[in-house]
């Protein structure tokens, strides 16, 4: 959830006497509650900018695949006329339209989909590539057009994307996304926890999960930023995880993590021979772009792979020197996810290796869904849609936030007045142990996400001068 909660009943303070039956003053609830309203707070108003742009930004990134779809249909569609032309004619058809660049891979895709012959150009950015579009059915080339990384995403999806990731402001612009993904979990976490923590014996359940029935004024903007941060929680939390496996810092950090632990996604590495390779093929041939080692056509390589059970949308990438084969990997990310891949010896033809989805550990699997749920691709039209409710419960968690904040001014007749941060003194009263707890938590979160760390060190800069000056 976003921004703040509601203001602490006297028993948080520590102003007024406790009713009967309410926690004992022994718990450690009522100073925890009261330290993590004070976090929710500030977390809430200084870093929901943030999300919203993420959660805006990120929404827009969901329908990439129709816009893509939409704004270059001439090149990504084709009519479905039976048999295509073999793949090394399309790839020829490519090569005498546009001789410049490196061949290096070929994407295959359904029966109404075109070919993408895919060059590394001089000139091009960093894990950008030229894409030459074929009719494979009539070899007519369509167009061409820039993709960018291993999902080929075309120019529109690549602008959108990166103004998710870092407002094409480059590195320094990654640390906004890396600062809204570091607090989005703690924040609704937080929320969460003093939404059902609330009450002396514990809310109801519809308490938990409904808006009040008949409140007004900032209760019932409260009853709404609650019930829906409840409904929203696992969703917030699944998109914060992914995405800051895209970050730059915490994203190391987990990648160190899952290695650690043998989470990784495994793969299969296209260097599988020694100097000099010839296999039963004799000597190479050249296919006059570099690829002067290769004795098979890439039509074998293709028959090969779908032999061996590769039968979806495919990548095929040309092996760069002797001492690499070909690698083929399927490209669908859609439910039931089709990830596996081969290696196909260039000499003969033969499968070297095989790796399936369906032997990738269980957490490696998760992130492959995860990420694909991330980027609304895993179960198509009802994931984009799943994505748009989160994104818009997001962005109205926040405004009831700000509302609520705005709502708690010191005094109504002080127009421009803002809403205060709750009341200090928590962690004085918080118990040596939980102290501890709390620290050694803080220093973990710290080593996994640096940036949070950073920004909650501002936050304390912030609340120090604000004590000095008030």
């Known amino acids: ?90 790839v020829e058809a ?37 894409s030459v579009f074929v009719d494979p059915y009539t070899g007519e080339v369509l167009g ?94 699944a998109l914060a995880a992914t995405g800051l496996t895209w970050s730059a810092h915490a994203g190391q950090n987990i990648g160190t993590l899952r290695q650690a632990l043998n989470w990784q996604t495994p793969s299969l590495s296209a260097e599988v021979f020694e100097e000099g390779h010839h296999g039963e093929g004799g000597a190479a041939a050249g296919d006059g772009h570099g690829h002067h080692h290769l004795a098979v056509s890439v039509d074998q390589v293709v028959g090969a792979v779908r032999e061996a059970g590769l039968d979806g949308p495919i990548e095929v990438t040309y092996p760069a020197s002797e001492t690499q084969a070909y690698k083929v990997a399927e490209t669908g990310r859609e439910w039931p996810v089709q990830q596996d891949s081969a290696l196909v010896d260039p000499m003969t033809g033969e499968v070297v290796d095989v790796l399936r989805f369906d032997d990738y550990p269980f957490m490696a699997k998760m992130t492959t869904w995860g990420i694909a749920a991330h980027m609304g691709l895993l179960f198509g039209l009802p994931n984009q849609v799943a994505l748009t409710a989160l994104a818009l419960g997001v962005l109205f968690l926040i405004g009831w936030g700000y509302r609520m904040w705005w709502q708690r001014r010191p005094t109504t007749r002080e127009r421009f007045a803002l809403g205060r941060p709750f009341p200090r003194g928590a962690w004085r009263r918080l118990p040596l142990w939980a102290k501890a707890v709390a620290v050694a938590v803080a220093v973990a979160l710290g080593w996994l996400m640096p940036v949070w760390t950073v920004s909650l060190v501002g936050f304390l800069v912030i609340d120090a001068v604000a004590a000095r000056s008030a």
């Not at 909660?5 to 039956?21: K, L």
């Not at 742009?53 to 084709?78: C, H, I, K, S």
């Not at 290096?104 to 960093?126: C, H, K, N, W, Y």
């Not at 999806?157 to 990166?162: F, G, Y």
């Open 94 to 130: 490519a090569l005498e339209a546009h001789p410049e660049g490196s061949l290096s891979a070929i994407r295959l895709g359904g029966p109404e989909d075109s070919t993408r012959v895919m060059f590394d150009v001089d000139g091009l950015g960093e894990s950008v590539r030229s």
């Open 144 to 237: 061409t057009l820039e993709v960018y990384g291993n999902s080929g995403a075309l120019p529109v999806r690549t602008w959108i994307s990166m103004l998710h990731r870092h407002l094409h402001l480059g590195e320094v612009g990654r640390l906004y996304s890396e600062l809204a993904a570091s607090w989005l979990w703690v924040v609704a976490l937080g929320g969460v926890v003093l939404w059902v923590g609330r009450g002396r014996t514990g809310a109801r359940v519809r308490r938990v999960l409904l808006p009040e029935r008949g409140a007004a004024g900032r209760r019932r903007t409260m009853s709404w930023h609650g019930a829906v941060g409840v409904w929203a929680l696992v969703g917030v939390l």
């Open 1 to 90: 959830m976003s921004t703040q909660e509601h203001a602490p009943r006297p028993s948080e303070t520590g102003t007024a006497s406790r009713p009967s039956g309410d926690t004992p003053p022994t718990s450690v609830w009522p100073p925890l509650r009261a330290l993590v309203l004070r976090l929710h707070f500030y977390a809430g108003v200084l870093v929901a900018p943030f999300i919203v742009v993420a959660a805006v930004t990120g929404l827009l990134y969901a329908y990439t695949p129709q816009l893509e779809q939409w704004m270059y249909a001439d090149q990504l569609r084709v009519a479905d006329q039976g048999q295509p032309l073999p793949v090394s004619m399309q």
